[in-house]
């Protein structure tokens, strides 16, 4: 079988791998290729189409800094954003080095010749360094209950949906009352017969404070780009002021409780609705919500909320945790991703072929997110401790991409052909993870979360500091968290 060779692999085209593809070029640096099971760039935006998908972080922050957007409103739809991801991937040159409907199985570290050997659907890769962008939340988390093939009707899950579905007079059952159901129910309620909502956990909503831009402002915008510069500032300092929230300052989190509780008390009128909507744990220990059209929803006379999680499916109908049955002939998937660890991380297999996930199985960590000992020449963008409970991922992305491209720029130049992250600096790192996440909302909020690993309690996902205080720390590569060879 033929080997494909490149100096960088780049697997993902979504926001990490178009940052990634795009910081690389813009230093100079044309020998990597980027490996995409998809057919196009985008990522969770080409997979996400449910009705409704939108941000819930303003389009002019969750955008990248060197390409403003003429975004259409507050919080741009999903069809948007992916036309943006598209077009910034074509004006940085992307098309060319990007290898669609490319699912790639398995990486191995091959320490004799000291390169990374990449296996796909569609042939073997080989290159000096590998970088995944392959996200958190792209596998599809698919319901474990008794009775799924039993259901008669139709399942699909949100982030998989068939455009030429028709949900019109059908009986659906939505399981799910995060971010995604709550976008996607206001969108299809007028059109079912009954839509009957199944909820384990009742979530904090906030207002959404959601407007369309007049031509006017978008035309200052476009002519007087300092004033969009100003309006992003604007924007990434009210989601930088937000942090305190997050680590127990009182006056904070009062403030935020009572906005969202005057949120869901003033759209609610029927006690009861009131009280199987009241959230039993404290405001952002879970992503607050944003929707002006969630508590509406549930006072439609064709919807119904059931305050249970569903435990199984007969033929015609989905069973409550409390053993009510509830007819239904087309299922509604909203459960989320599959985020146990970094999916990816089960296919990459290290020095002495230790596989990452399994180095993981204490805790996943690695050196800024991106560096993990015992996986030379290997980058994580969008990896652990970078996910955010507030503001844009594109922040953490473009951070970790010029780093990324910086490493590569000192690599190529000293002619450097191993590079291995000092041990001592990712436990350095991982200590101080630990130390930041001790007194957040997020480990002490009393609620259940993908953001903490599995059974060990260590915050995983999310970066426990001002976002400000990532770029300041890796901004700039320095070569002497690593070893080289
Ligand atoms: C519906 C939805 C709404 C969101 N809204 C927001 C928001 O408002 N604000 C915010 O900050 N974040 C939001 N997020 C989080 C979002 O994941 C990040 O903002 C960002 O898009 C992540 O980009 P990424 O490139 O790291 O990952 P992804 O967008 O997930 O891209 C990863 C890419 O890797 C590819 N891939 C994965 N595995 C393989 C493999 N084995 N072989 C080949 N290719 C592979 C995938 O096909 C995909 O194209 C949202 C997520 C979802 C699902």
Redesign the pocket.
């Given at each position: 079988m033929s080997t494909t060779t490149s100096r960088i692999v780049i697997?993902?085209?979504?926001?990490?791998?178009?940052?990634a593809g795009a910081m690389l070029r813009r230093k100079g640096i044309e020998d990597f290729l980027i490996?995409?099971?998809?057919d196009q760039?985008?990522?969770?935006?080409?997979?996400?189409i449910?009705p409704g998908?939108?941000?819930?972080?303003q389009s002019h922050l969750?955008s990248y800094s060197f390409r403003p957007n003429d975004w259409s409103k507050t919080?741009a739809g999903?069809r948007e954003i992916f036309d943006y991801l598209n077009e910034v991937a074509k004006e940085e040159k992307l098309t060319e080095h990007a290898l669609f409907g490319?699912?790639?199985?398995e990486m191995c570290w091959q320490e004799a010749s000291g390169s990374w050997v990449i296996e796909?659907n569609r042939g073997r890769f080989e290159s000096k360094f590998l970088v995944?962008?392959?996200?958190?939340?792209?596998?599809p988390q698919l319901l474990d209950i008794d009775g799924l093939s039993d259901f008669a009707g139709r399942i699909v899950h949100?982030?998989v949906w068939d455009p030429d579905m028709d949900v019109a007079g059908r009986n659906v059952a939505l399981v799910g009352t995060g971010?995604?159901a709550i976008?996607l129910a206001p969108a299809i309620a007028d059109r079912v017969d009954d839509l009957t909502i199944f909820q384990r956990t009742p979530p904090w909503v906030a207002p959404r404070v959601d407007v369309e831009y007049s031509a006017a402002q978008r035309r200052m915008w476009r002519e007087l780009p300092e004033t969009l510069h100003d309006y992003r500032q604007f924007l990434f300092w009210f989601q930088e002021s937000r942090f305190p929230e997050r680590v127990r300052v009182q006056q904070a989190i009062e403030r935020m409780t009572n906005i969202a509780d005057s949120h869901r008390t003033s759209q609610i009128q029927d006690p009861k609705l009131l009280e199987i909507t009241r959230p039993h744990y404290e405001i952002g220990c879970k992503r607050i919500l944003l929707s002006n059209t969630w508590y509406p929803t549930l006072q439609r006379d064709n919807v119904t909320l059931v305050p249970h999680a569903a435990t199984a499916l007969t033929r015609d109908a989905v069973v409550a945790a409390n053993g009510d049955a509830h007819e239904a002939d087309f299922l509604i998937l909203c459960s989320g991703?599959d985020t146990v660890g970094l999916?990816?991380a089960r296919?990459i297999y290290g020095e002495n072929g230790v596989r990452l996930a399994d180095s993981w199985s204490g805790g996943v960590h690695a050196y800024g997110g991106m560096a993990v000992n015992g996986f030379p020449n290997l980058f994580l963008?969008?990896g652990p401790n970078v996910?955010?409970g507030f503001?844009?991922?594109?922040f953490m992305?473009e951070t970790q991409a010029e780093y990324l491209a910086q490493a590569m720029q000192t690599a190529l130049t000293c002619e450097v052909d191993k590079l291995r992250v000092r041990p001592e600096r990712e436990s350095e790192f991982v200590q101080f993870i630990d130390e930041r996440a001790a007194n957040t909302v997020w480990l002490t909020g009393g609620c259940d979360s993908f953001y903490i690993a599995d059974g060990t309690g260590h915050l995983s996902t999310l970066w426990p500091d001002f976002m400000t205080r990532y770029r300041t720390d890796f901004q700039v590569f320095d070569p002497a968290d690593y070893v080289y060879a």
């Open positions: 697997i993902g085209a979504g926001v990490a791998g178009i940052a490996l995409e099971r998809g760039f985008g990522g969770v935006w080409r997979d996400n449910y998908v939108e941000c819930d972080v969750y919080y999903g490319h699912a790639v199985s796909t995944t962008a392959t996200g958190s939340l792209s596998e949100s982030a971010a995604s976008q991703f999916p990816v296919l963008i969008g996910g955010l503001g844009s991922m594109f992305i």
